[in-house]
């Protein structure tokens, strides 16, 4: 049918005509070879059994949507974190295509990362031209402070040594002697993005600390860790200003992630200072906000630079409250009375809305500190955890949790699955439904099966809009993830009692 260039029809209602249906009808039939509809619909309801979580379950060699990314992400990650800092990632083409359309579709702002783009010749004779030439390139056309280096498998299969790699590129002169080019080993046949991020915070802070032993500065260091929710260091920033505390973040993405619209691009907005992120061997002390993104790279600052560096969880009342008193601890500051106010308004907060919450079940799946952070603070709220997934998780990780579970009344049912995708999580969901589930975007396709309300916590978020600029660290966060989760549910109890003269005994105006 001829389109009126006018009156271009959206794809939603465009696929609803019927020459569309009988397309789609045909390619089912002739080329899918598709099953009868009853035979499908019979094969789904099994699914959604106890005999098929068996097998699921059973299941080595296949994942299923994974519920984690790729090394070389997070190593990008932590990298865009910094002033001026070009990633380059040693590899093909492709997977660093999905690197940055990945961070692009979540915060809906251009990532720039360049590859090394090896190919066929590279795989053979190993990637070392095409890092002589891609760091040339590079340096030149884009200008960089920093150049961060690290590797997709292929590059990691054949066994590229990114040091002597980069030491040869410099010695021909592809970028200047005194360039910072540090770099981290990130094959993704091990770890997840949660590693290539700690990979490369340590690569960047050797690199740049190298040498730097000075002066004491009296600051102290936070590292936010895989956290993409901008608001959070600007909410970091706040408390540290209000507490009158010397800092430096390592590394910043929020001004990259949420740079302003002013008509002209910048490559490179905001970010860590270089020679700040080089003094911070200086500081009084390194404080992590998570702690499985960040475990190597504590280890290096403490052997290395011979400074603390510890982890701090400020989410939640107790979390913040903590996070607080240990700041206070180290620093000699006062916790000003704004931020005691703040506490105050979370937990009234959390008193209006508890009725609501008190009790409720959850599922649960994400990256280990998240996990860690948004189940203490449901937990403080009175909701029940059943159902923990986290991929990435390690048994380090699954004994904290454990005991932070074990801690709490409403934590007793709680079972927690390491190594799971999130084909696994619906069958948990099917076979032992919860009241709602928290998960990023991926978990829509849950939410669409088993009509099980979702909260949309975690990275990615690709199908909303605006939710990484919130903070959800602090009281201030609190209260951002307390009316996420209570109003999903009250979105819930509308919807299931919307029948006017049937079901709306308790659609009520007020809650
Ligand atoms: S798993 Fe390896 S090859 Fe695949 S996208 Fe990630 S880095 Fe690239």
């Not at 080329?31 to 099994?46: I, K, N, P, Q, Y």
């Not at 083409?93 to 979540?106: E, I, K, M, N, P």
């Not at 730097?212 to 600051?219: L, Y």
């Not at 002013?262 to 200086?282: R, S």
């Amino acid at each position: 049918m001829p389109q009126n260039p006018e009156r271009i029809v959206d794809h939603v209602d465009l696929f609803k005509q019927p020459e569309y249906k009988q397309l789609f009808e045909n390619k089912r039939k002739e080329f899918e070879g598709a099953h009868s509809a009853e035979e499908v619909e019979r094969v789904a309801e099994w699914t959604k059994s106890w005999e098929y979580r068996e097998k699921n379950f059973a299941r080595e060699a296949l994942t299923v949507n994974p519920a984690k990314g790729c090394q070389p992400l997070g190593a990008m990650f932590a990298a865009l974190g910094f002033e001026g800092t070009l990633p380059f990632v040693q590899g093909s083409q492709g997977c660093v295509a999905y690197f940055r359309t990945h961070l692009s579709r979540h915060y809906k702002e251009p990532c720039s990362a360049v590859s090394s783009s090896m190919t066929e010749d590279a795989a053979v004779f190993g990637g070392l031209n095409n890092m002589i030439e891609g760091l040339q390139v590079s340096y030149q056309l884009y200008k960089p402070k920093m150049i961060a280096v690290c590797t997709t498998c292929m590059a990691e299969v054949i066994g590229d040594d990114l040091g002597a790699f980069i030491t040869n590129a410099k010695n021909a002169g592809s970028v200047p002697q005194d360039l910072p080019v540090p770099f981290a080993h990130t094959p993704s046949f091990v770890g997840s993005h949660t590693t290539g991020y700690d990979n490369m915070m340590r690569g960047i802070l050797s690199s740049l600390t190298e040498g730097k032993k000075g002066k004491a500065n009296g600051k102290v260091n936070f590292i936010p860790g895989f956290d993409t929710y901008v608001g959070n260091n600007r909410e970091l920033k706040r408390i540290l200003g209000l507490m009158g505390i010397d800092y430096t973040i390592l590394s910043d993405t929020s001004d990259y992630f949420d740079s302003p619209n002013t008509g002209e691009y910048e490559m490179y907005p905001g970010g860590t200072k270089l020679e700040d992120a080089a003094d911070a061997i200086n500081g009084k002390a390194t404080v992590a906000l998570q702690a499985y993104t960040t475990a190597k790279t504590r280890e290096y600052i403490a052997k290395s630079w011979n400074q603390e560096a510890k982890v701090l969880r400020p989410f939640g009342v107790k979390g913040t409250d903590e996070f607080l008193m240990a700041l206070s601890e180290l620093t000699g500051k006062a916790i000003p009375e704004e931020l005691e106010i703040e506490r105050g308004r979370l937990v009234d907060a959390i008193t209006d809305s508890y009725a609501w919450l008190h009790g409720k079940k959850f599922a649960i799946y994400g990256d280990p500190d998240l996990i860690i952070s948004v189940t203490s603070f449901l937990l403080e709220v009175g909701a029940e955890p059943v159902h923990i997934l986290c991929n990435n998780g390690d048994g380090e990780f699954k004994q904290e949790l454990q005991a932070i579970l074990d801690a709490s009344p409403f934590g007793k049912e709680a079972t927690i699955w390491l190594g799971k995708d999130l084909w696994h999580f619906r069958s948990l969901l099917f076979t032992e439904p919860v009241d709602f589930f928290v998960g990023n975007s991926y978990g829509k396709y849950l939410w669409r099966d088993t009509k099980i309300p979702m909260v949309r916590i975690g990275y990615p978020l690709f199908d909303r809009h605006h939710l990484h600029r919130y903070a959800t660290l602090g009281y201030q966060g609190g209260i951002n993830l307390l009316t996420w989760v209570v109003n999903t549910l009250l979105d819930e109890i509308d919807r299931n009692t919307n029948i006017t003269g049937k079901t709306d005994i308790s659609f009520d105006l007020i809650r």
